[in-house]
């Protein structure tokens, strides 16, 4: 059974720094393009960063562009998403995706709050 597990998220004052995790079972991590994406209340989900299977493309979203880093740790098939210099405007459930040819699978999502 594949499973995605997003953790890390919480409250944190402006300023702050958050590291977000996507740890797998069923399935390697390193084998897929993985996502993070985020969706504030009554707006759309959006993807902010990815990284491809050999980690020789990384791309972020211009809102987190400079502030937030995407890696992986292979031998905990983890990849994570390293959150610094938070807004309050980057308050949204935080979702990381897992792509391989067409077929994508999901996490649950953690919620990242910025505020004071």
């Known amino acids: 059974q594949v499973q995605l597990v997003e953790s890390g998220g919480g409250l944190v004052q402006p300023g702050g720094s958050l590291r977000l995790s996507c740890t797998a079972s069923g399935l390697t991590l390193e084998y897929y393009t993985i996502g993070w994406f985020r969706q504030a209340p009554g707006k759309e989900r959006e993807g902010i960063s990815c990284?491809?299977?050999?980690?020789?493309?990384?791309f972020y979203a211009d809102s987190v562009k400079g502030r937030f880093t995407i890696s992986r740790d292979n031998a905990k098939n983890t990849v994570y998403l390293q959150m610094d210099s938070l807004k309050p405007e980057d308050t949204a459930v935080y979702y990381c995706?897992?792509?391989?040819?067409?077929?994508?699978?999901w996490g649950q999502g953690t919620q990242v709050t910025v505020s004071s």
């Open positions: 990284i491809n299977s050999g980690d020789t493309s990384i």
């Open positions: 995706a897992a792509t391989i040819l067409q077929i994508r699978f």
